[in-house]
């Protein structure tokens, strides 16, 4: 039997002494051109092969859909649970005892995690590094977030058309992913602080040495892994979600991150909610001032000392569960006790934070009922308490045909509501929530304004944008219920987002209200729809949850 699985491994000329019963390591690669941000993948793959080889394991790569935030359509976070699903049966269905799991535009770090959460191997996390800063007239320009700056420049008539496609070219000039504390380099610090990955892995940037370093490393920790038969359960513990959020918070990270930590965390069984959230993340101070939030980018942030830096501090104030066991088999304190900080202007002290408490708040009300979410260091603090009346876009379409009409009846004090860009509404959930403001209120030097909506939001965006709205509306919410003129209270001391509408008049509207008809009614689109989870869930497919183990027994192999 052994030989059909000899003999065709053996075409690429294997001597036959490698099946000794060595551990076989599966290198799960997400590199394509359609993904710039995981180009150098093939790189970094050869880097894991040689510590695997190094310490006597057996590497095989194999492909993933890759998913590339920039060029995918309509959003590639509606395509997290496909690709969570070819990582979770590629990996339970070929004979590999360990994975190393190479992960870096941002969808493809929680697709990976999630995949490889279902089959519970000894499992190792590589993420590609961010790219070195964007520099433009002298200043530091960073993805996205100088991406929407830079739009609303030109459509504001700040900037020329040459200005704008110079700075386009300035603002990515190397592999890697992006640059700002985005989804990407806040899903790369998860990896790091829920210890799945080596101290380090967030912050080096892509085509700094060490980078290729730390994923020779995991290739030789890969195969240590298997011998000790250490799983990824027993590194992803609640313990260790705990300090991801704690982490989360002090980096000012994502929004993004919330769906993802819960959407793992219940693939490896792990009780993690919205609740957890607030409480872990409220006492936090955002310690990191790197963009969105701040001025800085990834490569200082490195130089600095990056993310060891910041998960000394938290362990220091009693922030973080010390005990936590990471991929290098030693304690996530004993990783990072010793932490230097080299630049106190980019990693500033927990006794003098960047922005105090400023955790990822949870608000609740009639308006979401199963929660909604806002970034506080995002948001302009007068507008943190806040009640507008609502000027309301039923989706996304309405909006960009109405938002820059001159005779749209808004003002700085209006609260912008868009519809149907939920899980199910918009499929995939997009990253619509920071609607770009009307072009007339933007002249007259308006930068911020509550919006509030089912949708998400990019990592690298930021202003006072109330996101993941649950229910969503395309799910009956009562956001469907919402029409122009009715006032919405948004005070975030208080966690509360509220509809200024009775009880009486809000079930009139929804004995009228009617679903909007779907999409796409074929193939993964339907499949998805169907299944998709909430927000507040993780946004996963239903049938997805949880975990089933390996199909091929390790004596197989
Ligand atoms: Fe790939 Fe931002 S576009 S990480």
Not at 405 to 432: F, H, R, T
Request: hydrophobic share 40%; net charge neutral.
């Amino acid at each position: 039997m052994g030989f059909i699985y000899r003999s065709w491994v053996k075409n690429r000329g294997i001597p036959h002494d490698q099946f000794d019963g060595r551990p076989v390591i599966g290198i799960c690669n997400t590199f394509s051109e359609f993904t710039p941000c995981n180009s150098h993948f093939r790189l970094l793959a050869e880097q894991v092969k040689m510590g695997v080889l190094e310490a006597g394991g057996f590497p095989l790569e194999f492909p993933v859909m890759s998913l590339g935030e920039t060029l995918l359509r309509p959003t590639a976070m509606l395509y997290r649970n496909l690709a969570s699903m070819d990582v979770e049966e590629s990996i339970r269905g070929n004979p590999m005892d360990g994975v190393v799991l190479l992960m870096g535009c941002d969808k493809t770090t929680p697709s990976l995690l999630m995949g490889a959460s279902s089959v519970d191997l000894p499992t190792i996390g590589v993420s590609g590094g961010p790219m070195l800063s964007g520099w433009y007239k002298g200043e530091r320009i960073g993805s996205g977030t100088n991406t929407w700056s830079l739009s609303e420049d030109l459509r504001a008539g700040r900037i020329t058309k040459a200005e704008f496609h110079e700075a386009e070219a300035s603002m990515h000039r190397s592999h890697g992913s992006c640059m700002t504390m985005g989804t990407a380099s806040t899903m790369a610090s998860m990896v790091e602080a829920l210890g799945v990955g080596l101290p380090g892995n967030a912050a080096y940037p892509a085509v700094d040495a060490r980078r290729n370093e730390l994923a020779r490393m995991a290739g030789r920790r890969a195969v240590e892994l298997v011998i000790q038969d250490i799983r990824l359960s027993q590194i992803l513990t609640r313990a260790a979600f705990e300090n991801a959020i704690r982490v989360n918070a002090a980096i000012g990270g994502s929004t993004n991150a919330v769906i993802h930590l819960i959407a793992i965390a219940r693939r490896i069984g792990v009780k993690l909610g919205l609740e957890d959230w607030d409480r872990f993340g409220r006492d936090v101070h955002t310690l990191v001032n790197l963009m969105p939030n701040g001025k800085y980018l990834m490569e200082d942030f490195c130089y600095a000392g990056g993310l060891p830096v910041v998960i000394r501090e938290l362990g220091e104030q009693g922030l973080l569960n010390k005990r936590s066991v990471t991929a290098n088999g030693k304690t996530i304190w004993a990783n990072n006790k010793d932490a230097q900080n080299h630049n106190t202007e980019v990693i500033m002290p927990f006794a003098k934070p960047f922005k105090a408490d400023a955790g990822i708040a949870v608000l609740r009300g009639n308006l979401c009922p199963d929660g909604a979410i806002i970034k506080p260091s995002a948001a302009t603090p007068k507008l943190m308490k806040h009640i507008g009346r609502a000027v309301v876009f039923e989706d996304i379409e309405d909006f960009h045909k109405r938002v820059d009409d001159p005779k749209l009846a808004i003002d700085a004090d209006s609260v912008m509501v868009l519809k149907n860009c939920g899980p199910k509404g918009y499929p995939g959930m997009a990253e619509v929530g920071n609607m770009p403001l009307p072009a007339k209120l933007l002249k007259r030097g308006v930068t911020d304004m509550v919006r509030i909506s089912d949708a998400r939001m990019s990592g690298t965006a930021y202003g006072t944008v109330v996101l993941h709205v649950a229910p969503e509306a395309a799910a009956g919410g009562p956001l469907a219920l919402v029409r122009e003129g009715d006032r919405i209270e948004l005070d975030v001391a208080q966690r509360k987002l509220h509809l200024h509408v009775s009880d009486a008049e809000l079930a009139k509207r929804r004995a009228a209200w009617k679903a909007p008809a779907a999409a796409l009614t074929r193939g993964y689109w339907k499949l998805y729809v169907d299944h998709v989870n909430q927000a507040s869930d993780g946004a996963d497919l239903d049938f997805l949850v949880g975990k089933s183990g390996s199909a091929v027994p390790r004596d197989n192999h």
